[in-house]
């Protein structure tokens, strides 16, 4: 074997393995994903499941898009992950069925910063910075009024954007302490309402191109009692 034949092999061979590594690593991160997300899940009944249906609307929300395979996995883990700081926050408030006050509501906002500290030792050990950011800014608006940097439009990481859209679906359709589920074309409606202000309206877009695709998934996770 000649010399190019050999760095050609060499290099091919270490090509396949840090596929393999990759996939390895992923693999690792979605179960350690799925165990938090299901962590803050059985802290309250009424988000049961909210977790893995932002994962499965945010993935879904990616393929349409056309995002590479990589992107919507990573967006599916940070589905998992992206309310993993509600562990610090107290049930009291997370609970209240009445208004929260402005002390209340300022310890709420809290929690995303408090979910990227909570991941960053493991997702910044194996280079994922990207999911660290859709945690910590997964509640800010395309019109610079959320929180916790108020950043605005593109500004906004890309995949906060799409888990933006899959976070506000699944919690319009969950009973919460404060109000009732809404049905799925009354969200659906909303999300609509809210392109432009909340939404990236390229994600909104996407999203109604498959809402009925998406109401098929929840169904699949809710059950055929769900009341669509």
Known sequence: ?????LRSLKSDIAKQC???VQRAVLSSLHLFAESLGNAIDAKDHCTCLHSEEVAIIAQAI?????LPQLETRLLHIAGHLHDIGKIGIPDAILKKTGSLTDAEYTEIKRHPQLGAEIVTPVMGAVGNG???SVILHHHERYD???YPDGLKGEDIPFGARI????DSLSAMLQDRPYRVAMGYETAVDEILRCSGTQ???AIVAAFMEIKDNIRELLQSIRGAEWAV
């Open 18 to 20: 840090d596929v393999r």
């Open 163 to 166: 888990i933006a859209v899959a």
């Open 1 to 5: 074997m000649d010399v190019m034949n």
């Open 199 to 201: 939404f990236d309206p």
């Open 144 to 146: 610079g009024k959320g």
């Open 62 to 66: 990616g393929m349409q898009l056309e």
């Open 130 to 132: 990207e999911i660290i």
